[in-house]
C-alpha cells in the first residue's frame, strides 16, 4: 500500500501568498513528519506531528492531521522565494522505526 | 546546531566494486537510518540500526548491502558489488530514540555507479 502520498505534486504561487499542500495515507500511523528538500540536496525536518495531536504551528508553518480521513495537510503563509522547493511527508507506523515517503510536492514560489 | 553529516558527498564507482557511504550522527543519538533516493522517486527506507545491529530493515536491503559501527562516532553502509540500478542519492539519519521520534538528515551522497 502506499503511504504519505503528497497532493498536488507541483504547486507554483506567487510570493507572498499561502501555499496548502496534501498528504494522505493508508495505514494507521504513530507520526506524521513533514520534510522540504532542495533540488538535490537532502531532506531538512519541519514538523513532527503525533496521531493524538489536530494542529501543529512552526513560525510560517501550519499542520494539520484528521487521522479520521487519513490525512494531513501543511500550510506555508506568506510564502518567499526561498521556499522553492519539494515538501515531502513521512509516516511511521506500528512498531516500525522506518518512515514512508511520498513523491513530494514540488512548490515553486515566483518572486 | 548538531546536524547529520556525510561523507563523501560525491562517489562515482565502476559497476562490481565495493562502495563504503560514511555518516557521523549527531552525538546523543542511538538510532541510525540510511535511506536512498533514485533520481525523481521516493525516499526509501534502507536500515535502521540501534545498539549494534540491525533493528529493522527493508526488502531492498539484500545480501549486497550491510552497514556498521565501527566506533562511537561513525556509521556506515557498504555495498558489495556495485550496480548500475544502485546508483541514488543515499541518506543517513539519526533520532534521539526510536519510533515516534524525529529522524534528522544528513545531506546525502550521491553514487553514480558506471
Known amino acids: 500500500s502506499q503511504q504519505g502520498e503528497e497532493d498536488p505534486q507541483a504547486l507554483s504561487i506567487q510570493e507572498g501568498e499561502n501555499a496548502t499542500m496534501n498528504c494522505s495515507y493508508k495505514?494507521?500511523?504513530?507520526?506524521l513528519q513533514w520534510y522540504r528538500q532542495n533540488s538535490g540536496r537532502g531532506l531538512v525536518h519541519l514538523i513532527l506531528?503525533?496521531?493524538?495531536?489536530r494542529e501543529k504551528h512552526s513560525g510560517r508553518l501550519r499542520v494539520t492531521l484528521d487521522t479520521s480521513k487519513k490525512s494531513s495537510s501543511l500550510l506555508i503563509t506568506a510564502s518567499r522565494a526561498a521556499d522553492t522547493a519539494s515538501y515531502f511527508c513521512?509516516?511511521?507506523?506500528?512498531?516500525?522505526?522506518?518512515?514512508?515517503f511520498g513523491i513530494g510536492t514540488k512548490l515553486q514560489v515566483i518572486p | 546546531e548538531p546536524e547529520v553529516t556525510q561523507t563523501p558527498s560525491h562517489q562515482v564507482t565502476q559497476m562490481g566494486q565495493e562502495v563504503i557511504l560514511r555518516c557521523v550522527p549527531i552525538?546523543?543519538?542511538?538510532?541510525f537510518y540510511w535511506y536512498r533516493q533514485i533520481l525523481g522517486q521516493k525516499v526509501e527506507f534502507l536500515v535502521s540500526?540501534?545498539?549494534?545491529?540491525?533493528?529493522?530493515k527493508s526488502e531492498i536491503f539484500d545480501d549486497q548491502f550491510s552497514v556498521e559501527r565501527p566506533d562511537g562516532s561513525n556509521f556506515t553502509l557498504k555495498i558489495r558489488s556495485t550496480k548500475l540500478e544502485d546508483s541514488a542519492m543515499y541518506f543517513c539519519?539519526?533520532?534521539?530514540?526510536?519510533?515516534?521520534?524525529?529522524?534528522?538528515f544528513g545531506p546525502g551522497t550521491r553514487l553514480l555507479v558506471l
Open positions: 540500526f540501534y545498539n549494534n545491529e540491525i533493528s529493522e
Open positions: 513521512g509516516t511511521d507506523s506500528g512498531g516500525y522505526q522506518k518512515v514512508t
Open positions: 506531528i503525533r496521531s493524538n495531536e
Open positions: 495505514t494507521s500511523i504513530n507520526n
Open positions: 552525538s546523543n543519538h542511538l538510532y
Open positions: 539519519a539519526s533520532s534521539e530514540a526510536g519510533y515516534q521520534e524525529t529522524q534528522y
